[in-house]
């Protein structure tokens, strides 16, 4: 197994661009999660998903859309990035009535 | 009011002595669960334990123990017998309901540094 992927690793964008961040498990995990960590701080939820179809928000959604078409992947979209948006982007993954979530490397997004 | 509150920003530890990392959570959810995760300066997330608020035993994963008061509403987490790899940033996080899937709320988080 994979476990949880994230693409790309590194991503620098200027202010408006819009771009999707890439996450996909292949342990055929329900739960999907985005979290954002700033510099120097803990992570903030941005959308979760308890499964194909459902998605919902989390503490710090605007300016941040996803959608759920499979089980697999959980894509999120910046519509039109703002410096505000620089941070480290993780996913996360995990079955229901486990209590550890699996984490994904990090994308670190820069935007000037 | 956070609900996950880290008072410790930063901490030295000496090899092999045991460190104790505080958390305190604020909810009004009977059912909840609080979770450690480490992160190391390589960045990823390492899932370390996890006490429910219906556990009435302390949970203990190895090195690790979670000493819960549940009154408190305190987490915190012992490290026993440190090792220059614990060396790293520790998160606190709840997550509150039964079927709150995969929604946690972190704490600020508190960096350990252990010396040899």
């Known amino acids: 197994n994979a476990g949880v992927t994230q693409t790309p690793k590194f991503q620098v964008l200027k202010t408006g661009q819009s771009m999707t961040l890439q996450c996909a498990q292949d342990?055929?995990?329900?739960?999907m999660s985005w979290y954002r960590q700033d510099p120097g701080m803990g992570l903030r939820l941005i959308h979760y998903?308890?499964?194909?179809?459902?998605?919902d928000q989390g503490e710090v959604p605007n300016g941040y859309n996803v959608s759920r078409s499979t089980t697999e992947d959980f894509p999120l979209r910046l519509l039109s990035a703002a410096p505000s948006q620089t941070s480290v982007y993780f996913c996360?993954?995990?079955?229901?009535?486990?209590?550890?979530?699996?984490f994904g490397p990090g994308t670190r997004l820069t935007v000037t | 009011a956070q609900k996950i509150t880290q008072t410790q920003p930063g901490m030295f530890v000496q090899e092999k002595e045991a460190v104790t990392l505080d958390c305190t959570y604020d909810?009004?959810?009977?059912?909840?669960?609080l979770f450690w995760y480490k992160q190391p300066s390589s960045g990823e997330m390492i899932f370390l334990i996890y006490?429910?608020?219906?556990?009435?035993q302390n949970a203990t994963e190895g090195r690790y123990s979670l000493n819960f008061q549940k009154a408190r509403k305190s987490a915190n987490l012992v490290i026993s017998a440190s090792q220059l790899g614990d060396s790293a940033m520790y998160f606190c996080?709840?997550?509150?309901?039964?079927?709150?899937?995969?929604?946690?709320?972190f704490g600020g988080g508190t960096r350990v540094l252990v010396k040899p």
């Open positions: 996080a709840m997550r509150e309901g039964l079927a709150a899937g995969n929604k946690l709320t």
């Open positions: 996360a993954s995990s079955p229901p009535g486990v209590n550890e979530q699996y």
């Open positions: 998903s308890v499964g194909a179809g459902i998605t």
């Open positions: 006490q429910g608020s219906y556990d009435e």
């Open positions: 342990m055929n995990h329900e739960y």
């Open positions: 909810t009004s959810d009977q059912s909840y669960g």
